[in-house]
């Protein structure tokens, strides 16, 4: 039997497998962040902060949360094109729409995430409304910046599975030499924009932008490394 779009059935194929898992991992994010949202407006716990901190618990944590935890999830549990087809022998897929279909993964629940943030910031906002301008500036900044990260991360880890580092501890070594080249590469960035003056909106405009296009060359390395390698 031949899927008449082997992609789509990839990715209801990954929904089932990981969506109880990323529901778990929703529910927890959420519940952290609101903590964290509603700690801001409790007067013996912010007092034990700096501003500057509480201002973290808004601005940066919960958005390093809701963009890291889900794609990471679906990377350490990825497979190659041929683990992958010998698991599902009916379902003929050529590398080409495999690897499509994995970065389309990534980038897709790099989204499923966004309205847990919202929900946190609007309840950060009723808790303590001043906070709004830090939202609508250094989070949504943040946020472009998340989009970035883990957009880089995901083309360094499809492209560098084909090297020894993919053997390691089942790949969780790949896992985190791919987080922090992409964190270091990201903070680097971040800092350049910074300096730019520019509105924060068009920062993390810029921030997701080139990591779409990081992303997007991405593919067409792995694409390409497939054709030489059978893996």
Known sequence: ????????????????????????????ILVAGLALAIARGIPSIANQFSEHMLNEFIVDIPVKLVILVVPCILLFKSKTHKEWQELHKDISITKKDYVT???????????????????????AVLVDSSVSENILTIGVFNLGAGF?????????????????????????????????????????????????EIPSLLKGAICALAGLVILLIGRAITAKLYEKVDL
């Open 101 to 123: 279909a994995t970065y389309l993964e990534i980038f897709l629940s790099t989204f499923i995430s966004l309205p847990v943030l919202l929900i946190i910031w609007i309840v």
């Open 148 to 196: 970035f990260l883990i957009w880089m991360m995901t083309a360094l880890v499809y492209t560098l599975q084909f090297t020894k580092l993919v053997k390691i501890n089942d790949g969780a070594v790949l896992l985190v030499v791919c987080l922090f080249a992409s964190l270091w590469t990201t903070m680097g960035f971040q800092s350049l924009l910074f300096l730019a």
């Open 1 to 28: 039997m031949t899927a008449k779009n082997p992609i789509k059935h990839y990715l209801a194929w990954s929904a089932r497998t990981n969506g109880k898992i990323i529901i778990i991992a929703l529910v927890i």
